[in-house]
């Protein structure tokens, strides 16, 4: 366990490394972001003085070693826009996003089991076959067009759910809703496939001999052995909900990560878009390491090396 737990901490490091790097030099693609920030009628001492300040004057790959030296000492610099510690903002923005992730996550499972579960044992009936629809327009439909629509549908002709913010619950549900469609989709017809496999299984069939109630052949032998690729699917999930809720966040004003980072790429702020960036892959590599966990202790044949 303890070589397993070395394994993944070098691999988490790298890939943080990896990340950081590609996202420097991407962003830096975009141009010097000095005009951005200088009024009108700067003048040219005003710009260079600016320039100089941040750091921009200097060659790329000058700038490119400061950064990692300051990243190493957990200093991401200050925001472009704010003036304020990048990292900490960014620290400030992450509960609400997970918040909506986990939601989201909670929300999906919560309906893409029963769909699953209910599409196999009635495989190839009107059941199925509603149940297969629903999977495929959910992943068909994207994020940001599936948020509008609801907004349309619940808070503009019914007006019983706020169209934004945050803040309360009840805030919660529609950006939830609309980032758990397309996980829903994907754990349904994944549960539909898993539970048709298991239910084919000797042990299903001795089960049924025993007259045990269908019920109790779905949930209690059927669906626990599913459970086990689910949990990891949904694991690595978390991580697409995460940065999906990037779009979600804007369309329904969500006070979380990622509208901070949709604001910090338009105005150029580099610095707030890759503390967004390291913290929402630093977490993505936690979660996977622990599901790699919950893996081996759902699973005992599974040995972790």
Do not use: C
């Amino acid at each position: 366990m303890l070589g397993y737990i070395l394994k993944r901490g070098v691999q988490t490091l790298v890939v943080l490394f990896l990340t950081i790097t590609l996202v420097f030099f991407i962003i830096r693609l975009s141009g010097d972001p000095t005009y951005l920030y200088m009024p009108d009628d700067a003048t040219d001492e005003m710009v260079e003085e600016f320039r100089e300040q941040m750091g921009f004057d200097r060659p790329l790959y000058i700038q490119y070693g400061s950064f990692l030296v300051d990243v190493v000492q957990g200093d991401f610099g200050d925001s472009l826009m704010h003036r304020e510690d990048a990292l900490a903002m960014v620290v400030a923005k992450i509960p609400a996003t997970f918040q909506l992730a986990f939601a989201a996550l909670f929300m999906a499972i919560a309906v893409a089991i029963p769909l699953g579960v209910i599409s196999a044992y009635k495989q190839n009936t009107i059941y199925d076959r509603i149940g297969t629809g629903v999977t495929v327009l959910g992943q068909a439909i994207p994020g940001f067009w599936l948020g509008l629509l609801l907004i349309l549908v619940f808070s503009v002709t019914f007006k019983i759910l706020p169209s934004g913010g945050g803040g309360s619950v009840i805030h919660l549900i529609l950006p939830a809703a609309a980032l758990a469609a397309h996980s829903a989709a994907r754990f349904a017809r994944f549960t539909r496939s898993t539970m048709l496999d298991v239910l084919r299984k000797d042990y299903i069939r001795t089960v049924k001999s025993t007259g045990a109630p269908m019920v109790t052949i779905l949930y209690k032998y059927a669906l626990k052995n599913t459970l086990i690729p689910i949990i990891t699917i949904a694991a690595l999930d978390l991580g697409v909900l995460l940065g999906g809720a990037v779009i979600i966040e804007s369309v329904f004003s969500w006070p979380g990560l990622g509208q901070l980072l949709l604001k910090a790429l338009m105005g150029r702020d580099f610095p707030v878009v890759i503390a967004g960036v390291f913290f929402i892959a630093l977490s993505i590599s936690i979660i996977n390491f622990f599901t790699d966990i919950l893996y081996g202790l759902v699973n005992p044949q599974v040995r972790l090396k």
